[in-house]
């Protein structure tokens, strides 16, 4: 059994217009020193899956269903349906998260050094001392230099790639045994984005936790995870090994979205192509596949474009590891 | 800190040179004839009136007054001769005929009495405005916000005279609750009880009005500041709810609460006239308006320069206050 | 030199006034006969003023305050009968023995002080005491507001700026005392105090009754700040007075009955309480919570309902706790003559406007008042006669008539015709909700019933009549108010009409008619005979109004209301207040 192994997870919102399905039947494992990659443009639930799994949804605002069953140190745990204060007492200790915007996410009236210390105290029984103790090593592991006279400081006298580097130790100060990195680059310049993800990559060899990296843009998986899960409106449509997914694409939208990414071996001038039209309303879906009316490949699929606008393609096994949710034949792209 | 702190204080105070020259040029531009005026309501004799304007020195220029004024700030200044002598030390705003008294007096006389009412008020609308505004904020959409929706309606549209008035005719009037005040205002340390019951109905008459607008001020602020990403920080550490909100969400929801808080106590500190005319406080908007109504130069030069230096330090204390609690002006400052 | 009406001032002050004779039309009095007797206990009054406008015998002005301090804390050479009606207005002697003694063609009046009168301090009350409290009425820098009758009628020159040579105790250079020594002079024993006038006042002794002529111990002056802390030589005596709270009075253990017969003095204490909220004062007293209390103020228009029935009577559980009478006061609308020489555009104003729309506002005749046909107030008695050649008066106004006026005009007096029915007339009036009320009817129903444009300039309150008193700054019409000083309408007609006077809106000095008004009234100042000196006056208030040099408003009303505990209580007409001095409490 995975360290973690989420199935048929299902988040919907009530609104006034009718019923949002945020996230529509997810299913996915992550290995213990694995880091998974879920990629999907803004709305297409990657955010909301683990907001779901932290337990941060609001349970008057949502309906949760499926299951998300952790094995970790704290025995089995279904994180789904699980009550508010034991959640409580997991979150920040077994599963940590870093958040996009490191300014916005750190609180500005406190010390950095106050805000570590606080998610060590809120878990731990010890002295402050330890705690201090253990906030300065951990900045150090992140590699800020000075880390015990940088305890005082406040966040906006660090730089943007700092910041980050402060969430990040504040979200390991507990050793968690999941860390869910919700686009932890975007905000950043490109090669300080290198720097986070290099860092990443290490502290998890170091710790052994398992990582899901949530983004949006695939051009940062490519070093930084080990398998990618493709989203979108609400629902995995591709998953592969991180090596196989690029070499490979099997969806249009995955290949969309690979053809978005800036490539030095493109050369410059040549425009990045964007995926046409708008992602749908989660509101109202189509029966069929929900990427059909932007799919530039319908009219290849045994059936055409009928075929894709009435009937919802399964997530099926291409290669072995490689899934993907398409009408089309393995190598029509 | 120190030399922005000095830097501030002067320019203040070079403001408030400006303010109390100005009000004599507006008094010396507007038509009305303060010689006229000491030597009766209803004197129409040119020969006294001339007598009159020669005997207080209005007949000089607007600037020699004006030095006069500012001498006897600082070396205090004698009125009248022979038994009619009135000596008023410094620092002397002048002698009112209307009140009889040196204005200095008389402006320390009205400020205790408005001092009470607005600090009384503002602490009985901090907590209820805070409180409120909380309550309705955490429990959104539900019995307890609707409630406070209304709360905030009434409070808002009532105004503040009618609800002195009401409180003032039905409790004490008509249902006796309270007993009539025996005087019209009783110092704190001369009899605390009878104080607290002379002030307790014109802070309620007070405090609902600018509850309400605190009520609606807070309720948003908490609501908005609850959906900052540092909040969300904060739940992903582990934190529970309670410290969420009150370490976390209330001291970055009520920090603009300091200098709304600020600017409405310097407000008040300037009179607040309705509140006062209704109770029957001898406090300084009742002085100022008399002061108006009767052309009382003095006095009106005097509460005018008190206003302004009310407000003018209120915001130099409200900068300060915030520098406190919000780092990233410490540094800006 | 004048009493103005003061109508709605902040301070709530009414004015006040003399009248000499019992009126059919006195409204309604209720008896004070039925004193169950007995002194003693707290008499409360409640007013939304911040402050009495003055406490300093010099300074007080105002019929109702010359009326409370009067009863309570000054004494005075002479005074008012303390009684209903026409008795009221006989003067009777006071700190003096007798109501003085005239010789000098009434140009030396004598007066003596009684034995065993004293100061709050047990110090006796001697001549000298009167001459310095008189003197300081020349102090007009300092003891302002008073009434300046003491600079006007007393023996002293004047200095070329017009002002006297004499200027109070309070200066030293360049002040000539050794003029006003010799116009009040001290006997050997400074008992009897003698006044040395100008011209001839036959009715001096009316004047002594203002309080102006109370006496003042030099030894506790302090100038302007006296007015905090006046010397009683009444019965009570101030523990406490604080604007914008309270004042406390007490019993002046130094006074005595045996030397005073006019004061009762029945409360043991007296408390003044200041700045009650209009509604919560007359709240207090219709919820009788206070049954000891008097409202110092006119109730508002909004509670009138509740204490009186429509015909401006008390309901029945309101008989002797309240009062609805004529007041002193005459409004009226001056015509500045000099500006709108024509009698016939004068008139039109008259016949056209709205009367009863204008007295509606002011609360109907049942509290408003009736309509004036005159300056001269029935109440006066002697001096009033009604005045005919008004009967075509239409209270909701006379078209027929107005026009008919309006054509003789056209050819009488063409430029002033053009004028009003062109451009229009000015008319000045205080900056207030009932005025600018007042203002729409005006201007409609003159329009409509005379074709005269109305063009209101609103002037702010406080500053009202130091405008309208200026010749410079006076517009063609002004609204005023007016009641006499005392008893004798020599403190109206030739004050609102001589040139020089000191009301004289209607600035009728250049008008044809005025030569023969002049002659006349000034000859009847001197009038020795009573009753032809009133007859005259009402003549002349003819005159005044056949040539309509002032439009009459009305002859107004106020009304009264206190707890149920009080009992006592009577118009006192010369003051045009109630007897405070007669108030008691039942225990």
């Known amino acids: ?333 | 800190m120190i030399n922005y702190l000095a830097r501030r204080i002067a320019i203040s105070i070079a403001i408030l040179f400006a303010v109390s020259f100005a009000v004599y040029l507006i008094f010396a531009i507007l038509p009305f004839d303060p010689a006229a005026l000491t030597c009766g309501k209803s004197c129409n004799d040119p020969g006294i009136i001339e007598a009159n304007r020669k005997r207080l020195g209005y007949d000089l220029p607007i600037w020699t007054q004006y030095v006069v004024f500012l001498k006897g700030l600082f070396l205090g200044r004698t009125f009248g001769e022979g038994a009619a002598t009135i000596f008023c030390p410094a620092p002397s705003f002048g002698y009112s005929f209307q009140e009889h008294a040196c204005v200095t007096n008389s402006i320390l006389e009205a400020l205790p009495v408005t001092l009470s009412l607005a600090i009384g008020a503002l602490v009985l609308w901090l907590i209820l405005g805070v409180g409120l505004g909380i309550v309705a904020a955490r429990y959104r959409g539900r019995a307890a916000d609707t409630g406070s929706t209304i709360f905030v309606l009434i409070g808002t549209s009532l105004p503040t005279f009618l609800t002195g008035l009401l409180l003032l005719v039905f409790v004490v009037v008509k249902w006796r609750i309270l007993p009539y005040p025996s005087g019209n205002y009783t110092p704190l340390f001369e009899n605390p009880l009878e104080w607290l019951n002379t002030m307790i109905l014109p802070w309620i008459t007070l405090a609902f009005a600018y509850a309400a607008l605190y009520t609606r001020f807070v309720r948003n602020a908490v609501i908005e500041t609850l959906s900052e990403d540092f909040i969300r920080t904060a739940r992903a550490k582990g934190l529970s709810e309670k410290v969420v909100l009150r370490k976390h969400t209330l001291r970055a929801a009520l920090a603009p609460l300091t200098t709304m808080a600020g600017l409405d106590f310097a407000g008040l500190l300037g009179g607040a006239i309705l509140t006062e005319a209704v109770f029957n406080l001898p406090g300084l908007g009742r002085l100022s308006l008399g002061a108006v109504v009767d052309f009382d130069l003095p006095i009106i030069v005097a509460t005018t320069i008190l206003a302004a230096t009310i407000v003018i330090f209120m915001n130099l204390l409200v900068d300060v206050l915030y520098a406190f609690i919000d780092p990233r002006v410490r540094v800006a400052a | 030199m004048f009493k103005i009406k003061a109508g709605s001032s902040r301070r709530g002050r009414r004015a006040f006034s003399g009248v000499v004779a019992l009126s059919l039309l006195t409204g309604v009095l209720v008896s004070c006969s039925s004193s169950s007797g007995g002194a003693g206990g707290t008499l409360t009054f409640l007013t939304n003023a911040e402050s009495w406008t003055h406490a300093d015998p010099n300074r007080n002005y105002t019929g109702q305050h010359i009326a409370w301090f009067g009863s309570f804390m000054h004494r005075t050479l002479t005074a008012y009968a303390r009684a209903e009606g026409a008795a009221g207005s006989e003067v009777v002697p006071d700190l003096a023995t007798d109501t003085g003694r005239s010789s000098n063609g009434n140009k030396t009046w004598e007066f003596t002080l009684r034995d065993g009168v004293k100061f709050e301090d047990g110090s006796d009350i001697t001549c000298e005491d009167v001459k310095y409290g008189v003197s300081r009425t020349f102090a007009t820098d300092v003891i302002t507001d008073g009434p300046t009758y003491a600079i006007s009628m007393l023996d002293i020159p004047s200095a070329a700026d017009g002002s006297s040579v004499y200027k109070g105790p309070y200066k030293a250079d360049g002040n000539d005392t050794a003029a006003y020594d010799k116009a009040v002079t001290c006997s050997e024993d400074n008992k009897t105090i003698t006044f040395n006038l100008k011209r001839a006042v036959g009715d001096f002794n009316y004047t002594v009754t203002y309080l102006s002529f109370s006496p003042v111990p030099k030894a506790k002056d302090t100038g302007d700040q006296y007015d905090l802390a006046p010397v009683s030589s009444g019965p009570y005596k101030i523990e406490k007075y604080k604007a914008k709270d309270e004042m406390v009075l007490v019993r002046n253990e130094s006074w005595s009955k045996d030397s005073d017969p006019i004061r009762n003095a029945y409360p043991d204490k007296i408390v003044v309480r200041f700045g009650v909220a209009e509604e919560v004062r007359d709240q207090l007293i219709l919820n009788d919570s206070e049954p000891a209390a008097f409202s110092l103020d006119a109730v508002l228009p909004t509670n009138l309902a509740t204490v009186f029935n429509e015909d401006g009577t008390p309901k029945e559980e309101w008989q002797g706790r309240a009062l609805n009478v004529y007041d002193p006061y005459v409004t009226y609308t001056a015509v500045n003559v000099g500006k709108v020489p024509c009698v016939q555009i004068r008139k039109a104003l008259y016949y056209a406007r709205d009367f009863a729309a204008l007295l509606q506002l002011g609360g109907g005749p049942a509290f408003g008042g009736d309509p004036a046909d005159g300056v001269i107030k029935p109440l006066m008695g002697l001096d009033y006669k009604p005045v005919t050649g008004l009967e075509d008066f239409k209270p909701e106004g006379n078209p027929e008539k107005a026009q008919a006026l309006m054509a003789e005009a056209k050819t009488a007096c063409p430029d002033v015709y053009a004028k009003a029915t062109g451009p229009g007339l000015t008319f000045d009036v205080g900056d207030t909700d009932t005025n600018k009320k007042s203002a729409t009817i005006w201007i409609d129903s003159v329009k409509k019933n005379a074709g005269i444009n109305l063009k209101f300039n609103f002037i702010e309150p406080g500053q009202y009549y130091a405008v309208v008193l200026d010749p410079t700054k006076q517009g063609d019409l002004s609204r005023a108010g007016w009641g006499p000083d005392w008893a004798n309408a020599s403190t109206v007609i030739p004050e609102l009409f001589l040139e020089g006077a000191g009301f004289p809106l209607s600035r009728v000095g250049k008008d044809p008619a005025y030569a023969e008004f002049k002659q006349r009234a000034e000859a009847n100042l001197f009038e020795p005979d009573r009753a032809k000196q009133g007859a005259e006056w009402a003549a002349l208030n003819q005159y005044v109004m056949d040539q309509m040099w002032v439009i009459p408003g009305v002859f107004s009303k106020t009304q009264e209301i206190w707890g149920s505990k009080l009992e006592g209580i009577f118009f006192w007409e010369p003051q045009g207040a109630p007897s405070f001095g007669d108030i008691k409490v039942k225990s």
């Open chain 1, 1 to 333: 059994m995975s360290f973690l192994e989420v199935s048929d997870l299902r988040v919907e919102f009530p609104t006034s217009d009718g019923l949002v399905k945020a996230v529509d039947g997810v299913t996915f494992t992550v290995e213990r020193g694995e880091t998974l990659a879920i990629v999907g443009e803004s709305g297409s639930g990657k955010t909301v899956t683990n907001l779901a799994l932290m337990g941060l949804l609001s349970k008057r605002g949502s309906r949760i269903s499926g299951s998300a069953i952790m094995k970790g140190d704290a025995g089995n745990l279904e994180l789904i349906d699980l009550a508010d204060e034991q959640m409580r007492k997991i979150r920040g200790k077994n599963i940590a998260m870093i958040f996009q915007d490191p300014m916005s996410s750190l609180h500005p009236y406190y010390t950095i050094g106050d805000q570590i210390i606080e998610a060590h105290q809120v878990h731990n029984e010890v002295d402050i001392e330890v705690s201090t103790a253990r906030a300065i090593e951990l900045l150090e592991m992140v590699g800020i230099p000075d880390a015990a006279n940088r305890l005082k400081a406040f966040p906006h006298q660090f730089s943007g790639g700092m910041r980050q580097r402060v969430m990040i130790a504040m979200a390991l100060v507990n050793s968690p045994e999941l860390l869910i990195a919700d686009e932890p680059t975007t905000a950043l310049d490109v090669t300080v984005q290198a720097q986070i993800l290099k860092l990443l990559r290490e502290l998890q060899s170091e710790l052994k936790m398992a990582i899901i990296l949530i983004t949006h843009d695939l051009g940062v998986v490519a070093g930084a995870a080990d398998r990618v899960n493709v989203m979108y409106a609400g629902k995995i449509v591709e998953s592969a090994p991180v090596g196989e997914l690029y070499a490979n694409p099997l969806m249009p939208y995955t290949h969309g979205l690979l053809a978005s990414i800036p490539r030095m071996d493109r050369g410059h001038g040549k425009r990045l192509s964007a995926i046409a039209g708008q992602p749908p309303s989660l509101i109202a879906l189509p029966a069929g596949c929900a990427f059909a009316p932007r799919c530039n490949f319908t009219e290849r699929v045994g059936g055409g474009p009928d075929r894709c606008k009435s009937t919802m393609p399964a997530l099926t096994e291409h290669t072995p590891g490689h899934f993907a949710r398409c009408h089309l034949e393995g190598a029509a792209l």
